[in-house]
């Protein structure tokens, strides 16, 4: 069952449970109600879902709507950012860098380009308020379409580029290898790929951003 499916199928067994039991879980309406939006928008590529802005913000509608699934996703987070033993952050070459979401004490370093591909947090004033930083929201384990990917790699400015999602394997490793191969510096995404697992293991692409990618590669005129 794809991630889509399993989002309704959670916010439809979470809005009958909080229907049913009344009382404190009537809060589960609110909160299957979420998951059902956000799986129609993962059916739909609706990923300014959350309305996040250019400035790394999200709207006060969307903290209204979304609170108890933001509020869900933001302590995951927190969890496995805690328990996790990983890097917050790896280099891949000179001029890229990989990694998860970061916190504002975690930042000791400059960057030409700060790409936040998150579609669900919002990103640190200490980050969003300096001239590096860009807003390309995806939906976790999902994709944009390969020309809208190639028109945000496209427009990064020249020098040392910083990519994370929520953290740093999905999302990153499919805009990391599209700007890998735009920059030459590597030549097919298996290429591409081996060097990107190297630096950060955890880097994985489902189905869906394989397919994006390859098709972004074909296009291109790109091995793969």
């Not at 439809?12 to 809060?27: D, K």
């Not at 309406?29 to 790394?56: C, T």
């Not at 496995?80 to 890229?96: D, K, M, P």
């Not at 499919?174 to 630096?199: C, D, P, Q, W």
Request: charged residues 20%.
């Amino acid at each position: 069952m794809s991630y889509r499916y399993l989002l309704m199928l959670l916010g439809v067994v979470l809005v009958l449970l909080g229907i049913a039991e009344q009382g404190w879980f009537f809060a589960a309406v609110w909160l299957g109600g979420d998951f059902l939006i956000l799986g129609i928008a993962h059916a739909r590529g609706l990923h300014g879902v959350f309305g996040k802005r250019v400035d790394g913000t999200l709207p006060l509608w969307s903290w209204v709507l979304f609170f108890p699934l933001l509020l869900y996703t933001l302590g995951v987070w927190h969890l496995i950012r805690i328990f996790n033993r990983e890097a917050s952050r790896n280099i891949v070459t000179e001029r890229l860098v990989v990694g998860r979401r970061l916190l504002s004490s975690e930042i000791d370093e400059k960057f030409d380009n700060y790409v936040d591909l998150t579609a669900e947090f919002v990103e640190p004033q200490a980050i969003s308020h300096t001239p590096a930083y860009r807003s390309f929201p995806i939906l976790d384990g999902s994709t944009p379409s390969p020309e809208t990917l190639k028109q945000a790699v496209a427009g990064l400015r020249a020098g040392r580029t910083f990519i994370h999602c929520a953290q740093g394997h999905g999302r990153t490793g499919l805009f990391a290898l599209a700007v890998l191969l735009n920059s030459g510096e590597v030549h097919t995404i298996n290429e591409g790929m081996k060097l990107l697992r190297v630096a950060r293991p955890g880097i994985s692409l489902n189905k869906e951003q394989i397919r994006c990618i390859k098709m972004y590669a074909e296009r291109a005129g790109y091995g793969l």
